[in-house]
């Protein structure tokens, strides 16, 4: 009688089950925790530090002095507004890698009625104006991708990508046009002596205007993407344009529509960027949160309250880290080191939360 042998792999992985939210959270928890311990065991190979030591001054830099928070939640808040700007596209498998670009747009709009309308209409009606222009400026730059996407069906990546960097050359023009005084190759602060254009604060609170305004935008985002028409038809598009079509979904409508809604938010960002914060527009103004928020949505899963954590984190990773250079005496490249273990170890875990690995211990013949 011949034997033959069944020849197993030795690690089989298989798509999971939807893991409950607990187990899911739990992971991401242990991974924190193993990204910590690796993190430590590294820094006192390289440096010498205790590691309870750097993270003391990790949280100190974060949450020191009011001054520090109030910060990190105005950065936290410009993080997660980009984020829930781009959660529609790619919830609707549209990759849309231009907010960075859409964001200077409408900052560009935003400082371009301040300086070109802020001694010359009344500060209601200019912030107005301002809202409106950054809105359509942003929305009307992300929609050209849209369209070439919908009619002609180009690479949405390469092509909002690649707007980026002429969003970057405009924003470049206009800072030698616009420049002040002339010759410094820099817009300066606008309306520094009229605070014309400047968004208004609430009480002595210089940030919580921005903080306010972006959690009414994800409450909407939340309530658009889950109970919505509109967000029901992008969901649609993305699991399947077949499918869309095949229920009488006008796909080229919802990706354009998809797309403008992604750009009136990344306007909005551009107009509390450069209104409500920084108070001019530099090619450094969006400071590469728009590449940072395909991160803070993919692991959120596109559910904007949970992207409320992740963009904490990484704010918090971000804000801290910085203050380690600066106590610890480490340069700056160890810093993003020590951030870097720490991301890769939530990412690497998205792997365990939706795979499961099957072991071989033994090996069994078949008669």
Known sequence: MNKTKNHQPLVHISK?????????????????????????????LLTGENPITVYTTMVKGAFGTSRRIWS??????????????????????FWNIGAEGQVLIGG??????????????PNALLILVMIAASITAAAIWALIPAFFKAKFNTNETLFTLMMNYVAIQLVSYFEMYWENPKGSSNIG????????????????????LNIIVVLALTVFMYIYLKYSKH?????????SENTARY???????????????????????????????????????????????????????????????????????????????????????F???????????IIGCEFFINYKMHFRFSHKEVK
């Open 16 to 44: 999971r089950d939807s893991l409950p939210m607990y187990k899911s959270w739990a992971i991401r928890g242990l991974a924190i925790l193993a990204a910590l311990v690796v993190a430590g065991v590294i820094t006192m």
């Open 72 to 93: 990190l939640l105005q950065s936290l808040a410009m993080l997660l507004c980009i984020s829930l700007a781009v959660t529609p596209a790619f919830k609707m498998r």
């Open 108 to 121: 560009l709009a935003t400082a371009g009625c301040m300086i070109t309308l802020g001694d010359k209409i």
């Open 189 to 208: 602060i606008i309306n520094q002596s009229t605070h014309a254009g400047w968004l208004p604060t609430i009480g002595n609170y210089e940030y919580l």
């Open 231 to 239: 967000g029901y038809e992008l969901t649609v598009v993305g699991e």
């Open 247 to 333: 229920i009488g979904l006008n796909v080229k409508k919802v990706i354009m529509r998809t797309m403008i809604l992604s750009g009136a938010i990344c306007g909005i960002a551009g107009l509390l960027l450069v209104g409500g914060t920084n108070h001019t527009i530099t090619t450094t103004t969006a400071g590469g949160r728009g590449f940072t928020a395909i991160m803070v949505s993919w692991l959120a899963k596109f559910n904007p309250i949970y992207m409320i954590l992740t963009a904490f984190l990484i704010t918090f990773l971000q804000s801290g880290a910085g203050e380690i250079s600066t106590v610890c005496g480490l340069n700056e490249s």
């Open 335 to 345: 810093s993003d080191i020590i951030t870097g273990i720490i991301l890769f170890f």
